[in-house]
């Protein structure tokens, strides 16, 4: 009789236990988190669809998008979980249809991308990438006479933000701490909540680039912001003698590449620092190699604690939400 109640226990439990989908990897302590919290957890073995088939949950990244088709064909799916903030590889009408939760980790990457920012900022303004190739090519004396007449300073130089969330906020503050003149531009932004915050208002976009000799994009990917940042956008910038300088730490899609391109080669913009692409993992852009571009591989949460501290927080968020918490 305890052999068959055991059994009987075993079946049940693993009839109960959810199964959680993970399509991209997450920091190991996320994983024994999910193992902790009573989740089967499995990792695509084949196709998306086959797999997404039996999950209760999936847990994706960027490098996984869900289509409404393979929403649709997901039987027992329950949650869907984005380790990381944007969400414009979710179809979220189709999860909307279905009554889907889709939780993200917003806010434990903040820190991270916003020190990869002010690490971007430091290169367009220092050519950093351009002085470690000089010194070890052997044009030490070279590159420091020329970093002398045509790097400058962030202190003093008035800094546009496109987009003011979490991180444009945490961008914001840390370079109002190196002296910029920060100001700002977010659809759900008004004047009152700027001043709040401690920047400028801007009313459209615009406005943000005509007074901004450096501009950060750090807003979500949508119909409203995609190709924003095109060729007019840049030439509405200031020409001073700092000259014009753009980052991009939101996504790809949000500057028109091939104008980034143009301008970089007419001398319209000075410097652009991406750690996006509209197409990745980017292997080919007519970007590479140009004078005044740098990038690097969508990297802008990848350190040990942000990781850590994303994975904790998806799981946490979608298992909650199978227990019906």
């Not at 990792?43 to 086959?50: F, K, N």
């Not at 995609?226 to 956008?233: A, Q």
């Amino acid at each position: 009789m305890r052999a068959l109640l055991a059994a009987a226990a075993a079946v049940l439990t693993q009839a109960l236990q959810p199964t959680v989908l993970v399509t991209d990897g997450l920091a190991p302590c996320g994983l024994d988190r999910l193992v902790e919290r009573g989740a089967k957890v499995v990792e695509p073995d084949g196709s998306l669809r086959d797999a997404l088939s039996s999950a209760d949950a999936v847990i994706v990244r960027s490098a996984t998008t869900l289509t409404a088709q393979l929403i649709a064909e997901a039987p027992s799916l329950r949650c869907i979980g984005r380790a990381g903030v944007g969400l414009d590889n979710i179809d979220l009408v189709e999860a909307a249809k279905r009554s889907i939760p889709v939780v993200t980790s917003a806010g434990a990457s903040t820190r991270a991308v916003s020190e990869l920012c002010m690490a971007h900022l430091l290169q367009c303004a220092r050519g950093l990438i351009q002085g470690d190739r000089a010194t070890q090519s052997g044009a030490f004396k070279a590159f420091k006479g020329q970093a002398a007449s045509s790097a400058h300073e962030l202190g003093g130089k008035r800094l546009g933000i496109l987009g003011f969330g979490r991180i444009a906020r945490e961008i914001a503050w840390l370079c109002v701490a190196f002296g910029m003149d920060v100001a700002a531009f977010s659809p759900s932004l008004d004047a009152d909540e700027a001043y709040e915050s401690g920047v400028l208002f801007a009313d459209s976009p615009q406005s943000l680039f005509a007074r901004s000799t450096h501009v950060v994009l750090s807003c979500p990917l949508n119909e409203g912001t995609r190709n924003l940042v095109d060729r007019n956008l840049i030439e509405l910038m200031p020409s001073e003698e700092c000259g014009r300088h753009l980052v991009n730490v939101a996504r790809g899609g949000v500057a028109v590449e091939a104008d980034i391109a143009a301008c970089l080669a007419e001398g319209s913009l000075q410097s652009y620092a991406t750690d996006v692409f509209a197409e990745e993992p980017c292997v080919d852009s007519p970007l590479f190699g140009m004078n005044g571009f740098s990038a690097t591989p969508h990297i802008g949460a990848a350190t040990r604690e942000a990781q850590d501290a994303v994975s904790l927080m998806v799981v946490d968020r979608v298992m909650d939400e199978l227990a019906g918490d």
